[in-house]
């Protein structure tokens, strides 16, 4: 291990891999990433695989379809699979609301160049041989470039890619602290100390504890995920190898994909759990928690309606692992405020649609000092240091509950209300005052009516 770089990436999942591919893509070769265990060893192995564009922010879907886009590139370069299935993607919608929603998102998809295309009941019957019982869908959106990979092997296609650059990987090195210099940072491992200009806080389940080292907060928290993996399902094997396109059932808080000759299915279920809300062990991360059925009762009830072909099908396996959310679903991305050459790539929930894109804003921004898409919904600046647990671990679980849920600009939702106040907070709520929250700070939207 070599004792100075340029950039340290601390984290080797599929986002610490993607920074430093596009490290090395842009021109930077002088980097290397630290990882505690084995590529992947966090979230990313178990991980669905999933990958899509939609995305209720323009630039993210943008950068979503640059992410998927990317993966036939890594495999040309690197002559390494990443398990690409191209199979396209079905969004549901079971009320006129999420119907008008979806036509917005293919609109807002023509503008940044994404192909997607609104389907009636008809065609979402002929796409999935009928396998969906189309029970009060109105109609759905669908993407041609949805589909789903391989984890282990698209993380190590970046890596090899990044390495082809001239980066080196570390593995099997824990880091111990990180202590700023006057001209950067210094990392301190178990295996020896190493400086650098730039530190990349890539470390996914472990980031807060990283960000510890160097007293950051950062405003993120695991959540515990299921899905699960059927036995052969004949429908899918008369299909004769054409494989089933992936469907997303917001009403059911499901999303469904083929999975060898049965099924994947995952669910964003409401009595959902935070993982390890007090630090997440550095023992753990080749792991996977114990089933429970009981969260996900209601959603496999529904989904098994939606897809009757699952009532015939016995569950081959159930994987429950945890994952990263940001209190807005959004990447935690950029420098972090006060601190010199610190950069987060923290919380990006869905590594394999986000990861490539995520990878290149911040690359970006190191190298070119902005990001050719507004970063503003993913900047890690956009949560200040008022943000605490008390604020994080509610909004989390109210954004992973309403995940699939219809939503609508200017959006008020309810969850660590009121956090912070003015002086001023209970003579304007006497006087019938409609609050709104900015930067985590109550603020009057307007004084309603007696009687409102």
């Not at 609050?435 to 009687?451: D, I, K, R, S, T």
Request: aromatic share 10%; hydrophobic share 40%.
């Amino acid at each position: 291990m070599k004792t100075h770089s340029r950039v340290v990436v601390i984290g080797g999942g599929v986002v610490g891999c993607s920074v430093l591919y596009h490290l090395t893509k842009l021109g930077w070769s002088d980097v290397m990433l630290i990882e505690r265990a084995e590529l992947t060893a966090g979230s990313t192995w178990h991980a669905a695989g999933g990958f899509h564009t939609l995305n209720g922010d323009t630039n993210m879907a943008a950068l979503q379809g640059y992410t998927i886009r990317l993966y036939k590139e890594l495999e040309a370069i690197t002559g390494m699979s990443c398990g690409l299935h191209h199979v396209g993607g079905i969004t549901l919608a079971d009320n006129p609301a999420r119907f008008e929603q979806l036509k917005a998102e293919r609109a807002k998809h023509r503008y940044m160049g994404l192909d997607t295309e609104i389907l009636g009941p008809d065609e979402i019957a002929k796409l999935t041989d009928g396998m969906v019982n189309l029970e009060g869908i109105i109609g759905a959106l669908y993407d041609p470039l949805d589909g789903h990979l391989d984890p282990y092997g698209t993380t190590h296609a970046y890596a090899k890619a990044a390495k082809m650059g001239g980066a080196e990987i570390v593995l099997h090195t824990k880091v111990i602290a990180t202590n700023p210099t006057k001209d950067g940072w210094e990392v301190v491992t178990d295996k020896g100390t190493v400086t650098c200009e730039h530190l990349v806080n890539a470390g996914g389940l472990w980031a807060r504890e990283v960000g510890a080292m160097a007293g950051v907060y950062l405003p993120l928290l695991p959540m515990a995920h299921q899905y699960l993996v059927t036995d052969d399902i004949p429908e899918i094997v008369a299909r004769g190898g054409r494989e089933f396109p992936h469907v997303m059932d917001p009403g059911g808080e499901s999303y469904l994909r083929q999975e060898g000759r049965g099924f994947c299915i995952g669910f964003y279920e409401k009595p959902c759990e935070g993982w390890s809300i007090d630090g997440t062990p550095w023992t753990w991360g080749q792991e996977l928690l114990p089933d429970q059925y009981d969260k996900i009762a209601d959603s496999i009830e529904f989904s098994y309606r939606r897809f009757p072909a699952l009532q015939r099908a016995g569950v081959k396996r159930v994987i429950h692992g945890p994952f990263t959310f940001a209190p807005d679903g959004n990447p935690l991305i950029g420098p972090v405020q006060g601190l010199r050459n610190y950069w987060s790539a923290c919380a990006v929930m869905a590594g394999f649609s986000q990861g490539g894109g995520m990878g290149l804003a911040l690359a970006q921004w190191m190298i070119e000092g902005e990001v050719e898409r507004d970063p503003r919904g993913f900047d890690v600046s956009r949560f200040g240091t008022w943000t605490s647990p008390g604020y994080t671990v509610p909004k989390v679980i109210e954004n992973y509950q309403m995940r699939f849920s219809v939503s609508y600009p200017n959006e008020e939702r309810p969850a660590a209300r009121p956090f912070r106040t003015t002086p001023m907070y209970e003579v304007f709520d006497g006087m019938n005052a409609v609050w709104g929250q900015q930067y985590g700070l109550e603020v009057v939207n307007y004084h309603a009516l007696p009687g409102e």
